[in-house]
């Protein structure tokens, strides 16, 4: 990757499922090459599953894979039969052990089950459509499109964001030794991970995951700084934290923080975001139940996160009105839910976290948003790859495992009178990086050698 570039824009791939993909390319909207009829309005993604023009044949492909996998998402918390559906398709995903070392390069079922469909041409039309046009950098976010544009011979290079913490061998082709994609990595273990399956070292970067730019500002972190002083108030009301580790405060984030007459810009804010699939919706419901009568003091905001799903924002509509917290919608809970757009949900999401103190969620890629200094409260996991993201989230020290959500009003208040979550984001800030849109963009356009030093193994 020493190769000098010089452009100004690449084409940015994703594919339309879950919202881990999208996410991790949302950041890189603005550097995404506008193609007139195959890109979505407005951001400039190609959506690879949903674009313009897209063959019957490709479609039935993805679609199917896509409702296979949500269907056994919702299925999970059914007894019995639904962790059994569940655990065979984690398997089939699984991650292998990463102790001892060894070479893990030989290619999976999974691996060899999507090559043999990529072969008989899935993808190929898109690649075609993109080799007609100037040959810029192409990113995607997913595997399958990386393979996609290598096996159908693409004329520009090829690179490709992994979005968990730890990967399995699916993420590296039949041919790992000779391939040509170059990987953008949120961290060391991903690195290594790769290089066990064959990957050349000089195939890989370590940019961190990409975080949304309105979140952080500019070179001196302007917004994330002033977004992260006021949550350290919120988070410790009782100053244990901000007394402990008043150099660290001033230091990074000014002497305001720790005074005693220090004021938040906003109530005490929790968002609780489901995942993709509309998953643990009824954690949100007995989050706002047993949150109730603070939210009815304006003492706690809550922030409950349907994204583009309509069945989850008409599932906590109706809770809210069985809580008889319907009149405090708008007011001291808010619904997030943007339609069928996710990009437009992620405008918006970026834009509650700017006066969010805590991010409750499964850890799912929103466990790279730490770096924004944000202490994450965890929900149960979906799947093999989220225990690696939850124990990478505890390695840097910005995850806390949830207590039983029904008493979250005793639990959060001790938490809160410890100062916890307090050093938890502050650790986020600390150990956790944020500048992974920069490096890619760095990397891609102008060949430079853009890496974050990366001591976590997790």
């Known amino acids: 990757m020493s190769t000098k570039n010089n452009f100004d824009k690449a084409y940015i791939v994703t594919v339309d499922m879950g919202y881990g993909h999208q996410r991790a390319v949302y950041p890189l909207h603005e550097m995404a090459q506008v193609v007139p009829g195959i890109t979505m309005d407005s951001y400039g993604i190609i959506n690879a599953n949903k674009y313009g023009g897209i063959t019957k044949s490709d479609q039935f492909k993805w679609e199917g894979g ?28 699984r991650i292998e052990p990463f102790y ?21 041409g899935w993808g190929k039309d898109l690649i075609d459509k993109l080799n007609r046009l100037e040959h810029l950098p192409y990113i995607t976010s997913f595997f399958t499109t990386a393979f996609f544009a290598e096996e159908h011979d693409y004329k520009g290079d090829i690179y490709c964001i992994c979005t968990d913490t730890d990967i399995s061998r699916a993420w590296a082709p039949l041919e790992p030794k000779r391939s040509r994609i170059n990987y953008l990595v949120p961290n060391r273990r991903v690195k290594e991970r790769l290089m066990s ?25 302007d917004v994330l700084k002033k977004n992260l002083a ?4 919120n988070l410790d009301p009782e100053g244990r934290y901000r007394s402990k580790y008043k150099y660290t405060i001033d230091k990074f984030l000014g002497t305001k923080v720790c005074s005693k007459n220090a004021k938040s810009d906003h109530p ?54 069985d809580l008889n917290l319907s009149s405090h919608i708008n007011k001291n809970i808010f619904l997030i839910y943007s339609g069928e757009s996710k990009f437009d949900y992620f405008k918006q999401f970026n834009e509650i976290l700017q006066t969010t103190d805590i ?8 466990s790279f948003y730490a770096g924004l200094g944000m202490p994450v409260i965890i929900a149960p996991t979906i799947g093999s790859q989220e225990e690696f993201n939850k124990k990478w989230l505890i390695s840097v020290g910005a995850g ?27 650790n986020g800030f600390l150990n956790a990086p944020r500048h992974g849109a920069h490096h890619i963009e760095e990397i891609v356009l102008k060949g430079e050698k853009s890496e974050i030093e990366d001591m976590h193994l997790f």
């Open 400 to 426: 806390v495992l949830q207590e039983d959500q029904r008493y979250t009003n005793e639990w959060l208040e001790d938490w809160l009178a410890s100062g916890w979550l307090a050093q938890a984001a502050m």
């Open 359 to 366: 991010l409750w969620t499964k850890p799912s890629e929103l």
């Open 268 to 321: 005490l804010t929790i968002t609780f975001a489901v995942g993709g699939a509309g998953a643990q919706r009824e954690l949100g419901a007995e989050i706002a139940s047993s949150l109730r009568d603070k939210i009815i003091k304006g003492e706690i905001r809550l922030n409950l996160v349907a994204g583009v799903k309509n069945d989850v924002f008409r599932y906590y509509q109706a809770i809210l009105q």
């Open 197 to 221: 399956y064959g990957i050349r070292e000089h195939k890989i970067s370590i940019t961190g995951f990409p975080l949304p730019k309105e979140n952080i500002g500019g070179k001196d972190l």
């Open 230 to 233: 006021n949550r350290i108030i």
């Open 66 to 93: 896509r409702k296979i996998y949500e269907k056994i998402s919702r299925l999970k918390h059914l007894p019995l039969i639904g962790n059994y559906i569940f655990a065979i398709m984690d398997y089939l995903q």
């Open 100 to 120: 001892p070392y060894r070479d893990l390069s030989k290619p999976t079922l999974q691996v060899k089950q999507i090559f043999k469909m990529i072969k008989k």
